[in-house]
């Protein structure tokens, strides 16, 4: 789609800037619909987004930590910048929603109303996918991303909380995550803490709440980063391959998982898959000077990005002939590392 000379229609009172239209949504604005908000946020689309076109865009709710309140209306980039700017390079193109904390922390019954409520809003507005909402947070964006999702379930695709928690501990440690976790075993989150993080949302919480999940049937992939202290955010959104994730996830349909290949020249993640999805791959020639011979392919339950922590749902994939250097492999539930193996003779 090539990018519009002008304002596109439809999209009154944007500003541009640079790669985006950016839009101050202000307290109780009533210039769009007749619809009075509770919440102050700021909308940021493509600068190639066309109202006109049939396209939905994938859409991510961002929820800035307790340091992050009162965005300047002078600096329409100003909260966006705290979720990276890797998010505005993807070819998928993404809305951003970024709403400003009202004093009622993210995730109480209030605040979770009425990001819905805008969430909704727009969806009449934007050409949102409804099935591509993505919701993420640092701290007590972190939090809050647990707690609304814990509210409202069926609103999201995929929820990625960085160094917050299902909370509030007590004193044996235990978090609040529910004992039955089926209203939320179809939606994926992907969480991050720094291991250094003791004091302000200590990470042995989060460990906690994802082992909590994870033993309640719910998939969580969890990097710990043994370096990072509370701010890790800037690290975890400058990764591709969160992106990669996030945008694979579809709400309604199975979770997608990581299929990494090493055809014999390197891992990689070929891509995020649903289960049942059939790829079909090619391992290298073997090398004759080397008197080298392929003997087959194996898989394992597993992941290739080092930093993260993966759980055990996964079996392993089936080929159609593990023996062929082309042949075709089926994606089990659960990220998977497939490798082409060689041996000298």
Not at 31 to 41: D, F, H, I, P, T
Not at 61 to 83: C, I, Q, R, S
Not at 100 to 127: M, Y
Not at 256 to 283: C, H, K, Q, W
């Amino acid at each position: 789609m090539a990018p519009l000379s002008g304002k596109p229609p439809a999209l009154d009172g944007w500003t541009r800037e640079g790669d985006r239209w950016i839009r101050h949504v202000l307290l109780g604005d009533r210039k769009r619909g007749g619809w009075s908000n509770q919440l102050a946020y700021k909308l940021s689309v493509p600068a190639d987004y066309d109202p006109r076109s049939r396209r939905k865009y994938a859409t991510v709710v961002h929820l800035h930590g307790y340091g992050g309140p009162k965005f300047p209306t002078n600096d329409p980039e100003g909260l966006g910048g705290v979720f990276g700017q890797l998010w505005k390079k993807q070819e998928d193109p993404i809305i951003g929603i970024f709403p400003q904390w009202d004093g009622s922390a993210w995730g109480s019954p209030d605040s979770s109303r009425k990001l819905i409520e805008i969430l909704n809003h727009e969806k009449t507005q934007l050409r949102i996918d409804p099935d591509r909402v993505y919701l993420t947070g640092q701290s007590m964006g972190g939090y809050g991303s647990y707690f609304i999702a814990q509210h409202y379930p069926g609103v999201f695709a995929a929820v990625a909380p960085i160094s917050g928690s299902w909370a509030p501990f007590g004193p044996e440690k235990r978090t609040s995550v529910p004992r039955d976790l089926s209203k939320w075993r179809h939606l994926p989150y992907w969480a991050a803490h720094g291991m250094k993080d003791t004091k302000v949302a200590p990470f042995a919480n989060h460990q906690a709440t994802v082992d909590a999940l994870r033993e309640g049937g719910v998939h969580v992939r969890f990097t710990a980063y043994p370096s990072g202290g509370h701010h890790v955010k800037q690290i975890h959104y400058a990764n591709q391959k969160f992106f990669d994730w996030l945008l694979a996830q579809k709400r309604g349909t199975p979770h997608n998982y990581e299929l990494s290949v090493d055809a014999g020249g390197g891992a990689g993640i070929l891509g995020f898959f649903e289960p049942g999805t059939t790829r079909r791959m090619t391992a290298r020639a073997p090398d004759r000077e080397k008197r080298e011979v392929f003997t087959g392919w194996t898989c394992v339950a597993g992941s290739s990005i080092k930093d993260t922590t993966t759980n055990a749902l996964g079996s392993r994939g089936r080929f159609s002939n593990a023996r062929a250097l082309t042949t075709t492999f089926t994606m089990p539930a659960g990220d998977v590392i497939v490798r082409a193996n060689y041996e000298a003779r």
